[in-house]
């Protein structure tokens, strides 16, 4: 059973005798959906959340013993690109799964980046399908907002968003829409179908050949520097448009200060916006750069230290709704070369919980409650997912169990993804998955992927 | 000594005049009718050079030559043909699986010498990379000022011209700061980045209100064209606030040198008049550039630890 | 920077076989034998291999001019560019070659403070012939320990000194080392 990792279809019925299910016991169950936060039973029956309670008797139903472990409802990814359809031998939807599974997530947001683009139903819809076929997480795929990402003319938007896929987050992500007037038009078409203009930040112009964030260790290490400003302005562009149009913004991994700050004062005039922020941005500075390793090249790029602790700042008061990993396979071969030739971006879901365990919640920026909250709850909220991101009880079980605790070395031999380019490789990290529940059925036990059992 | 030279970053004061002694020992040498010692007999260096210049690679292969190694030269000229072949990390390998003793790398993009180092058990030379370094080029440099005045320290360095995309200019100021140099850098602010100061360099924006103090000024090369972007409006406005004329030379102190790495764009940063002043010693520069990287070769592939004479 | 090869801790003294008057004679003698044997100091060019050889040629030119009363030609050559194993031992500091301009058609005496194995000598012979072509080359050395690996010998030896494998020959000098004396002793852990 445990040694299939390929799922077949999350309506396969449990074959077990009577009530099928788990009984997850003594663990410190956190909702921050519901403001639960206290030691106690969750009990998984026929794949809602039956009950939780201080002292469910299971009956005939598999106990499984979580004390001293945290249950929080499953991780929701609102960043995630897979690189299906056109580069399957970096990551396909199922291989994003399992890696996601693996990192705590039930849900994960799928980029349109992929060649082709996600600019039409039948991509959203055959990436949807191909979520659904992998049934380890929710794959919500996001929309482009234009034709191949060019940002000259809309995306079949309407149709994505009434298509089986039921796309509600619409983005260029990779890059920023850099005509103000198309940003506009985006913004209020959008507006028909409830949907969220979600923005890459960058002005192109700014940031033209930028190979890391411009500040002293870029003009040090020689490299051309992706001013915070190149973000800043596209960010305060987008904000001043979503006051104008009332459609709603999402700022993707937002990365310096004066963006922190800008969405802190947007959201108290009532701008309809809401952002991200990534584990690498909150982690790492650009003095990981020093050793010119690519798998440290990403985009935005890693910032100086005040941007960063801005960033945490940014978490830990609010401003910054999510947690986001902007997972970004690459071979090996693409990133085992020159600095400057190797294309930006890391993998992440299965390093992100870990990350903000570590950074975050250890190091007292961030109460247990409000990292569950950056990773499970805004996010779902966002995207409109009601299955996910909460303990709600008779809602699907989409559930994280997790050691707080635990201290353990992250190895990109192990992961799941099929890309291994991560800067945290070798790195000590404290926080651990343990299990994961997926619409009921484990995914994950015992820190082993198992895939949907039948 | 040490196994790569990668960066001026890496060298002690101590260890720069170890290269400037060395270099002056060699330099003896190739005074003589009899240029070639057997030194490095039996060694393998590749210049790889993935950025056309001929000056720099062959004062690396006439270097190596004269110390009886063997020469492999290998160019690549830019991303696309590269792209085509093979990786640099494959190429890094094959030259590896050759048995090279040293890799001589000028390279596009900032850190390839860094990167080739982590590939590879030969040493690894830089000889250029992207806007980062070019240590060698400051070691001559060093070098050819020390000829003059024998104490580089409170020696006060102006350079002048394009900054920002210059390794010349980051590897020169690491080891004129090394050695006591005051530096200054001078030109237009889009072309100077004010982080510079934390290298320890002064900045100035105004050539005349620093020429009369200068005991050097290094001028580098300005781009005439940008592809990417219009840094100053025009050559003729750029040698008229920056560049070295004969009416700012008339204002320098009467033993202050001018120095450019060379090529040079003549009536830009320099004028032609100035470039053939004795007190230009461009031509000093690249003779001095054989000797440093004699003195390096012989450093670097002389051995791993310091040994006793029998 | 420490003198090359005077690293000292691996060296036990077991015995002082010269003194500064046993040195100053056996130079005495080795000035007299190399005029003799050249018949007089015409085209003589006495060279010192650095480092302790060079000190060591002044005072034997030195000797020469007190008795013949003519100013020889001499100088230092450092061999360290032409040694056979560089990359074994690390790169040397290099001194200053200074020997006198034109060889050809002369006799240049070699002079180093102890000869061993040969190959310091090898060096040097190949590091005058880039120099010039002399018409001879001399040999004269302060010490010989034995132990050759090339067929070398000295014209001119201060002292034979039998020594064994694991033993080690140390010369001091006051030019460099403070004092004059040649000292015998093990070489601790040198072996393997
Ligand atoms: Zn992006
Ligand atoms: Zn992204």
């Known amino acids: 059973m445990s040694g299939s990792q390929q799922a077949r279809s999350t309506s396969t ?40 309670g201080d002292s469910i008797d299971p009956g005939s139903i598999e106990v499984i013993d979580v004390s001293g472990l945290v249950v929080a409802p499953g991780l929701v990814d609102m960043h995630t690109h897979v690189r299906e359809p056109g580069r399957e031998d970096e990551e396909t939807i199922a291989s994003a799964a399992r890696a996601a599974a693996a990192g705590g997530y039930t849900a994960i947001c799928t980029m349109p980046n992929t060649d082709p683009v996600a600019d039409t139903a039948s991509v959203v819809e055959k990436v949807w399908a191909l979520g659904r076929e992998a049934g380890l997480v929710q794959v919500v795929p996001a929309g482009a907002l234009s034709k191949g990402l060019v940002g000259e003319s809309m995306a079949d938007i309407g149709e994505m968003a009434r298509s089986v896929a039921r796309v509600r987050l619409f983005t260029d992500d990779g890059k920023g829409v850099q005509s103000a007037l198309f940003a506009r038009r985006a913004m209020e078409y959008l507006i028909a179908f409830d949907g969220i203009y979600a923005e890459h930040c960058e002005d192109e112009s700014l940031a033209l050949g930028g190979q890391m964030h411009e500040g002293e260790r870029s003009i040090a290490l020689g490299m051309r520097g ?42 108290s005039e009532g701008v309809p916006v809401t952002c991200e922020a990534t584990p690498h941005h909150f982690t790492l500075t650009d003095e990981a750069l020093e050793g010119y390793d690519p798998n440290a090249k990403v985009n935005p790029p890693l910032r100086s230290e005040d941007h960063r602790d801005a960033v945490i700042a940014g978490l830990a008061d609010g401003t910054i709704d999510a947690i986001a990993t902007d997972h970004a396979p690459h071979a090996i071969e693409e990133k085992d070369i020159e600095f400057q030739y190797a294309p930006p971006g890391l993998v992440g879901l299965e390093t992100s919980l870990a990350l903000t365990l570590t950074e975050l919640f250890h190091k007292g920026h961030l109460s247990l409650s409000d990292a569950i909250e950056r990773l499970s709850c805004a996010p779902a909220r ?40 991560t800067p945290f490789g070798g790195r000590k990290v404290t926080g651990r998955v343990v299990h994961t529940f997926f619409n009921g059925n484990p995914t994950t036990r015992d820190s082993e992927l198992v895939g949907v059992s039948v | 000594m040490f196994k790569h030279l990668l960066s001026m970053d890496q060298l002690s004061a101590d260890d720069i005049t170890r290269v400037l002694d060395t270099a002056e020992s060699l330099r003896q040498v190739t005074d003589r009718p009899i240029k070639k010692l057997p030194t490095l007999r039996g060694r393998t260096v590749c210049n790889l050079f993935y950025e056309a210049s001929t000056r720099t690679r062959i004062s690396f292969e006439l270097a190596a030559k004269r110390l009886s190694a063997d020469v492999i030269n290998f160019s690549a000229d830019s991303k696309s043909s590269v792209a085509k072949g093979e990786s640099f990390k494959d190429t890094a390998w094959t030259l590896e699986a050759m048995g090279v003793d040293a890799i001589v790398v000028r390279h596009g993009s900032s850190g390839a010498p860094l990167q080739l180092s982590r590939w590879v058990k030969a040493s690894v030379l830089n000889a250029g990379d992207g806007w980062h370094e070019h240590p060698t080029q400051a070691l001559l440099d060093i070098f050819s000022i020390r000829e003059h005045f ?19 200019a980051r590897s020169n100021v690491k080891g004129l700061v090394t050695m006591g140099a005051n530096v200054v850098l001078v030109g237009p602010p889009t072309l100077i980045p004010i982080q510079a100061r934390s290298w320890g360099a002064e900045i ?58 060379g090529p ?37 592939l002389g051995g791993a630890e310091e040994g006793d004479v029998s | ?51 302790r050889g060079a000190p060591l040629a002044d005072r034997i030119a030195a000797d020469i001019a007190s008795f013949e009363g003519v100013d020889l ?29 034109d060889l050809d058609g002369r006799v240049v005496v070699l002079v180093d403070d102890v000869l061993f194995t040969g190959r310091t000598i090898r060096a040097a012979f190949e590091a005058i012939l880039d120099l010039g072509r002399p018409k001879a080359i001399k040999l004269a050395v302060l010490v010989d320990r034995g132990h050759r690996e090339l067929p070398i010998r000295a014209d001119h030896v201060g002292k034979n000194l039998p020594t064994s494998s694991g033993e080690d020959v140390r010369v001091h000098l006051t030019e460099i080392d403070g004092e004059d004396a040649v000292l015998i002793g093990r070489k601790d852990g040198g072996v393997g």
């Open chain 2, 204 to 261: 100035s924006y105004d050539l005349d209100s620093v020429i009369e103090d200068v005991d050097v000024c290094y001028l580098l090369r300005v781009q005439k064209e940008r592809a990417t972007e219009q840094l100053f409006p025009s050559n003729r406005e750029y040698a008229a606030n920056w560049g070295l004329d004969s009416r700012r030379v008339a204002k320098m102190k009467p033993d202050a040198l001018v120095m450019h790495p």
């Open chain 1, 382 to 421: 966002i995207l409109g997912l009601p299955d996910h991101g909460t303990l709600a009880v008779g809602g699907p079980a989409n559930v994280v169990v997790f050691d707080p605790d635990a201290s353990w070395e992250v190895d990109p031999h192990l992961f799941h993804s099929l890309s291994r380019n």
């Open chain 2, 150 to 168: 024998k104490d580089l320290s409170g020696l006060n360095v102006a350079i002048a011209g394009d900054v920002l995309h210059s390794r010349v």
């Open chain 1, 226 to 267: 992706i001013p915070a400003e190149a973000e800043e302005l596209m960010a305060a562009r987008d904000v001043a448009l979503s006051r104008l149009t009332g459609c709603r913004l999402h700022l993707l991994h937002i990365s310096t200060a004066g963006t922190v700050e800008l969405v802190r004062r947007a959201k």
């Open chain 1, 13 to 52: 019925p449990f074959a077990l005798g009577g009530m099928s299910g788990y009984l997850l016991k003594g663990g410190r169950v956190v909702d921050p959906s519901s403001g639960v936060d206290a030691v106690g039973d969750l009990l998984i029956a026929d794949r809602v959340i039956a009950e939780i």
């Open chain 2, 264 to 300: 040079m764009n003549r009536g830009v940063e320099i004028s032609a008049d100035v470039s053939e002043l004795p007190r230009s010693i461009v031509l000093d520069q690249v003779s001095n550039g054989l000797a440093i990287r004699m003195s390096l070769l012989y450093l670097m």
């Open chain 3, 1 to 51: 920077m420490a003198q090359p090869g005077r690293k000292g801790d691996d060296f036990a003294v077991k015995a002082r076989v010269m003194e500064s008057d046993d040195i100053r004679r056996a130079l005495t003698r080795i000035a007299h034998e190399i005029v003799e044997a050249n018949k007089g100091t015409d085209d003589l060019v006495i060279v010192g291999i650095r480092t």
């Open chain 3, 73 to 101: 030609p001499s100088g230092a050559l450092d061999v360290s560019l032409y040694r056979d194993d560089v990359g074994l031992r690390g790169p040397r500091n290099l001194e200053a070659t200074t020997v006198p301009a």
